[in-house]
């Protein structure tokens, strides 16, 4: 068996693992898949007139929506994997790359096809180092890469019964928030800004995740009676989840938190909030009525309690500039939120997300409230946030603002809403990030496409020849100033 890495655009296959390939296809209808272009592992791109023209031996990521997927040929073929089986749609790898939607048809594959192979072959060699014995075919099995990465992250505690609405979405933890802000201007472009990928993970990772079993405590008489019972139960050292009522705000913050907000068309109530979520509200409004408590045993590091090979794959100094590596650390985070698939009986309720989860929504629901109050403060629109990420609408002359107050928040755009000539390779600019980013962050700036490309294509490379070498022609490059 044999396992294939790339080089360049040129597969090398190495011994002693399974041959399980990687590749995309483009299809020219998604509502009825058959005709398109296709590309193997990073080779050229191939047209096809239908869907048996496919090897079988090949997972295809394609640009075939969820719905239309397991509505059609999603459902029989168990190679293909549908647009949003990644954390980042093919749209999106595109714009992050330096490419427009319209990119043609006889390139996108190809860069589908390599981008995918390298965050698979990545995603897989931290499954294999926490279990040696699997093999790909058993692990990518999913409907979402998140799906497969659950397979080695430690099992998750979650709620039971009654309390199983405190982890329910929109009830009891958002994805996503619509702020309260003003429109963006008419004609505005909407720019999509994150963190880096790598560094935020690492960031929740490296957070505290709470202990059960949680028991229901009438926050009255656990407090004494205090008048302020919302700032008493932030003050205590176990984990909680609180159902809350909000009143009196501050204008400009609530608008930008967004609290009761939805994107669901089902107007569910939000009720609950997890200890980081009302310790941030505390700061937004004047009257917290505090109903109801679940309140858990303890907290501990969540990293302490991951695979050692998770952490030593989010901590390597090779990651931290690598595109690859960040889509793979969010699909981590991003896992570790999964809901209970466990089997349950009819009609019993189940939970969106662990205990674990509900922590990582609140923080990240933190973090991308403080991002978006700080570019509002810089004059900005904020219209939406999400895990990792907020959209900002701007007018075209003012994307350059935008961009420089984003990097003072540790923000950055994908490399394609960069203008160009926007930064001198020697420019310096003012970054209020992690420093272990500042590698990526100057190749998008400056669109250093192959720069990045190469670091990226490191980071995939086993140890040996072939990554010394690159190592080398990147620092050769780097001194002749071809990159």
Not at 408 to 435: A, H, Q
Request: glycine share 8%; net charge neutral; proline share 6%.
């Amino acid at each position: 068996m044999v396992r294939i890495v790339m080089v360049g655009s040129s597969p090398v296959r190495l011994h002693n693992q399974e041959d399980l390939r990687f590749g995309a296809v483009l299809f020219d209808d998604i509502e009825s898949p058959s005709s398109g272009w296709m590309s193997i592992e990073g080779t050229q791109v191939k047209r096809i007139d239908d869907i048996h023209q496919m090897p079988s031996d090949v997972i295809f990521w394609t640009n075939i929506a969820y719905g239309p997927f397991f509505s059609g040929a999603g459902r029989t073929r168990s190679n293909l994997r549908h647009a949003e089986y990644l954390v980042c749609k093919p749209t999106e790898i595109l714009g992050e790359w330096g490419y427009p939607e319209n990119t043609p048809q006889t390139f996108t594959p190809v860069l589908m096809s390599v981008m995918f192979s390298r965050i698979a072959r990545l995603t897989f060699g931290i499954a294999s180092k926490c279990n040696p014995q699997l093999r790909m075919s058993e692990f990518f099995t999913n409907t979402t890469l998140q799906g497969d990465v659950g397979i080695f992250l430690p099992e998750a505690e979650f709620p039971e019964d009654e309390a199983v609405e405190t982890c329910t979405a929109n009830k009891g933890f958002v994805r996503f928030t619509v702020t309260n802000g003003v429109r963006g201007p008419k004609g505005g472009a909407m720019i999509k800004l994150r963190p880096p990928r790598l560094s935020y993970a690492r960031k929740l990772l490296n957070g505290m995740t709470p202990v059960g079993p949680f028991e229901f405590i009438n926050p009255q008489e656990a407090s004494g009676g205090r008048r302020n019972l919302a700032a008493w139960l932030c003050s205590q050292p176990r984990p909680f989840v609180a159902e809350i009522a909000v009143d009196d705000g501050d204008p400009d913050s609530a608008s930008m938190y967004g609290y009761g907000n939805t994107t669901d068309r089902k107007k569910v109530m939000r009720t609950w909030v997890a200890a980081p979520e009302l310790k941030a509200l505390l700061t937004i409004y004047k009257k917290i009525s505090v109903r109801s408590v679940w309140m858990g045993k303890d907290y501990k590091k969540l990293s302490d309690t991951l695979p050692d090979p998770i952490m030593k794959f989010l901590n390597a100094k090779i990651s931290f500039g690598s595109w690859s590596a960040g889509v793979v650390a969010e699909t981590i985070w991003r896992a570790a939120c999964a809901g209970d698939i466990r089997r349950k009986m009819p009609g019993e309720p189940r939970a969106n997300t662990s205990w674990r989860g509900a922590w990582l929504f609140a923080e990240d629901k933190v973090e991308g409230y403080q991002a978006a109050k700080s570019l509002y403060d810089f004059g900005h629109v904020v219209t939406m946030y999400g895990p990792g990420w907020l959209n900002s609408v701007v007018a075209s002359e003012n994307v350059e603002d935008l961009i420089r107050d984003g990097l003072t928040c540790g923000l950055i755009p994908p490399m394609v809403d960069v203008p160009d000539n926007m930064m001198r390779k020697d420019e310096s600019f003012v970054w209020g990030g992690n420093e272990d980013a500042l590698t990526l962050v100057d190749c998008i700036l400056k669109k250093r496409q192959q720069l990045a490309w190469n670091t990226d294509e490191v980071r995939v490379l086993p140890p040996g020849k072939e990554r010394n070498d690159l190592k080398q022609k990147i620092m050769d490059g780097l001194n002749k100033g071809l990159l």
